[in-house]
């Protein structure tokens, strides 16, 4: 089953636009949730996080909103750059489970065109 | 180079040979995990060390699969008797402790023929 999930399989900006990535969870006791960027033939890369204490945070271009009631959040890429055409997961940290087992959606390849 | 590195990166064998993976970690990182990442998928959690104790093992770990970390510095993962099943990405991470902040390798891929 999944536990988090990513709907979108691929979205495509102009450059300059917002991005805005969605992820769904249903877990109800995930209470850290990070986004990772992927380049092809690399591993993933940390972007940003965010605490279930919050519900923004943001770091430069990019934003991760939570709306916990919705068991949402929403990565925001303003302004977006052709350097972030890559692929994004959305992954969460279960409260009771062990410090870094994450779990991952199936990612969204977001192309970002000139 | 100071980040989590692994070999090979690609490894091409034929169903039933035994696979060994290596994982180099950040050096003044004590916690290990090795995922597994199938196309189409995102990771998914194998097994966690913390030093050289291996703490927590996923279900998706069968006995085929076995993962150490002597002396708590790099780890392996063998595969014994491999499958086609078990083509996929294998990603290593590392992290200090105090965060679940994961920093990746660039992945082994095994293709099994």
């Known amino acids: 089953d999944q536990q988090v999930k990513q709907n979108s399989p691929s979205l495509s900006v102009q450059e300059g636009r917002i991005s805005i990535l969605n992820c769904d969870y249903t877990?109800?006791?995930?209470?850290?949730f990070l986004w990772y960027k992927k380049y092809p033939a690399e591993g993933p890369t940390f972007l940003i996080s965010?605490?279930?204490?919050?519900d923004k945070n943001e770091d430069g271009r990019f934003t991760v909103f939570l709306n916990k009631s919705a068991k949402h959040l929403s990565l925001h890429i303003v302004p977006s750059q052709p350097g972030d055409s890559a692929v994004y997961f959305c992954a969460a940290q279960d409260r009771g489970s062990t410090l870094g087992r994450l779990y991952f959606g199936r990612g969204t390849q977001l192309t970002v065109w000139p | 180079d100071t980040g989590v590195s692994q070999n090979p990166r690609h490894k091409i064998t034929k169903r039933g040979q035994n696979v060994t993976f290596r994982c180099d970690p950040i050096s003044e990182h004590n916690r290990l995990y090795w995922y597994r990442q199938t196309l189409g998928q995102g990771p998914e959690f194998l097994t966690y060390f913390q030093n050289e104790a291996q703490l927590e093992k996923s279900r998706l770990l069968s006995d085929r699969f076995s993962a150490e970390r002597p002396k708590g510095s790099f780890s392996t993962l063998e595969i014994q008797r491999t499958e086609q099943g078990d083509s996929a990405m294998y990603l290593c991470a590392s992290t200090p402790a105090s965060t679940g902040e994961l920093f990746f390798g660039e992945g082994s891929r095994l293709t099994v023929l």
């Open positions: 877990n109800s006791m995930f209470d850290y």
């Open positions: 965010i605490s279930s204490i919050k």
